[in-house]
């Protein structure tokens, strides 16, 4: 699987890509089906101080790609919560590709 990490407003850091590495390689495991992984990270100004730290992932698969975005006060939960809905949508797409 190739991951691949964009910045978008945002200082690039080690730390993010090891932890969203560590989480989409745990995804990796239960469904090799993943062929690549795009994480985006950028900030957004909002009224809210529990939001603005956005995280997009979207992975190749066969047949269309899934996607999944968040957005928390940190980084961190951004990506634990995209990572635990792509899980729910690969387990979905999993059941259906089995009935073939």
């Known amino acids: 699987m190739n991951i691949n990490f964009e910045y978008h407003d945002v200082e690039a850091s080690k730390r993010l890509e090891d932890f969203a590495t560590e989480k989409l390689e745990s995804l990796y495991q239960k469904f090799e089906m993943i062929v690549r992984a795009d994480v985006f990270f950028k900030t957004?100004?909002?009224?809210?101080?529990?939001?603005?730290?956005?995280?997009?992932?979207?992975?190749?698969?066969?047949?269309?790609?899934?996607?999944?975005?968040?957005?928390?006060?940190?980084?961190?939960?951004?990506?634990?919560?995209?990572?635990?809905?792509?899980?729910?949508?690969?387990?979905?797409?999993?059941?259906?590709?089995?009935?073939?």
């Open 44 to 100: 957004e100004n909002t009224s809210s101080d529990e939001t603005g730290m956005i995280c997009n992932i979207r992975l190749s698969v066969p047949g269309p790609r899934l996607f999944a975005e968040a957005s928390h006060d940190n980084f961190i939960d951004s990506i634990s919560e995209s990572v635990s809905d792509l899980e729910k949508q690969l387990k979905k797409k999993k059941g259906k590709m089995a009935t073939y």
